[in-house]
């Protein structure tokens, strides 16, 4: 009996007009935060959280006031990033829990079921799945993309926004052994010691996003974050991050390696270094190199022809395609596949969209992974149903009626 306030509380029609009106509210700031945050930084600090915090709320606010011709300097995301988190603002996460939770408290609260309500139970099972498939989507999905050259095969794909620090054993006869430790592990700092390595990972310096040069005229005299491989010869410190959608921030990482029997030296690895650098111990080659993290696949795709057409006479891009070879020899298949626009490729669970070039060779697909991508389609499907049932009942029993 206690409880039976709260429940009603919970269940009542106030309850859910006020959380549509915070909804609408939240979409509207999250949408004005874009443009100084970023479409990642706004979605997770407004949409992928249960709280919004003062410093995201105060740049959308900014951006906000200058609809009504209201200008006042904009926040940057660097200093959003560098705030205090204090929450202020409920977010998407718990507008959509409780609205969920209102839904369903509503039903036990003042609904019985009976034949003429099927509609209604169609249409609230509807959003009550739209609700959970969104919540599936958002810790189930991920996005990466595959970057391939005319005649290049892969059998990965790499995330643009994740790094991770490769160690990789070329000393076997067959088979090199890849050791990767992702960069969330490496922010922490301290030491890390994967299975099957010989040594210690000693994290000195990280740097989520970095600027780095070699260590000539003003740079001469200053200390070196290594003492191996490039290191010496480079210069490197913070720099702010990045947020908008078209840069990402490159890492730096200053390592040093530490075996039982001592230091092997300290090395300072870089999503500005591509080439890989050589540690020697005990007999063995191990290669070391900051990377995009990368998600093997049971399969492989090879760029047979990469086309990029263009409207005749023009500059103007008619079509982007990429005929590629898919191996799968777990399963025996080897067939060609053409990916263009709208035509991607669906495969293991995953979907290969075209998406971007590099000069007239080389192409950029994005890999989507959703298991819970028809969810929406369900979802939809049960609401449009259950709006027909419902108005073929009130027809029908309104006919009658009228007839008898």
């Known amino acids: 009996m206690r409880l039976k306030p709260y429940f009603r509380l919970l269940s009542s029609l106030r309850l859910t007009l006020v959380l549509l009106v ?5 979409v509207f700031l999250g949408t004005m935060a874009q443009e ?25 606010i900014r951006k906000s006031l200058q609809l009504v011709s209201i200008y006042v300097d904009p926040l940057p995301a ?9 929450p202020v603002f409920p977010g998407g996460y718990l507008i959509g829990t409780v609205l ?11 609904f019985k079921f009976t034949r003429k309500k099927t509609g209604i139970v169609m249409v609230h099972a509807g959003l009550i799945l739209l609700l959970l498939g969104q919540l599936f989507t958002d810790q189930l999905a991920t996005e990466t993309s595959m970057r391939l ?24 006869a067959e088979k090199d052994r890849v050791i990767a430790v992702p960069e969330a592990l490496l922010a922490q700092k301290g030491d890390i010691a994967p299975p099957g390595l010989p040594f210690t990972i000693r994290v000195r310096e990280y740097f989520p996003n970095s600027f780095v040069t070699n260590r000539v005229g003003r740079y001469t005299n200053s200390l070196p974050l290594a003492t191996q491989g490039f290191g010496p010869e480079i210069y490197a410190e913070p720099a702010p991050r990045v947020t908008a ?28 270094i591509r080439r890989p650098q050589m540690v020697r111990y005990q007999g063995h080659e191990y290669a070391l190199n900051l990377r995009p993290r990368r998600h093997y696949l049971p399969f492989s795709l090879n760029l047979i022809d990469f086309r990029h057409d263009k409207y ?3 500059e103007i891009p008619r079509n982007f395609s990429s005929q590629v070879r898919l191996k799968n020899p777990s399963k025996g298949e080897d067939r060609e596949v053409l990916i263009y626009m709208n035509n ?3 495969y293991a669970g995953l979907t290969f969209y075209q998406a971007s070039f590099v000069g007239e060779d080389v192409t950029i697909l994005q890999v989507v992974e959703n298991p819970s991508w028809i969810t929406p389609y369900v979802a939809c499907v049960l609401v449009g149903l259950g709006l027909v049932v419902q108005f073929l009942t009130h027809l029908v029993g309104f006919i009658q009626r009228k007839t008898s």
């Open 22 to 26: 915070l909804g609408l509210l939240l």
């Open 36 to 60: 100084p945050l970023g479409l990642y930084l706004s979605q997770a600090r407004f949409f992928h959280s249960f709280f919004v915090d003062a410093a995201s709320m105060n740049a959308a």
């Open 78 to 86: 660097a200093q959003v990033l560098a705030a205090p988190w204090v």
């Open 100 to 110: 969920l939770a209102n839904l369903v408290a509503a039903h036990l609260e003042r």
């Open 149 to 172: 050259a005319e005649g290049e095969t892969r059998n990965f794909t790499e995330s643009d926004r994740e790094g991770e620090l490769s160690i990789v054993d070329t000393s076997g």
């Open 245 to 272: 959608m078209d840069t990402v921030d490159v890492p730096t990482v200053s390592v040093e390696l530490v075996a039982p029997d001592g230091p092997l030296g300290t090395w300072l690895v870089s999503g500005y």
């Open 312 to 314: 005749k006479g023009t």
């Open 344 to 346: 991607p490729l669906r």
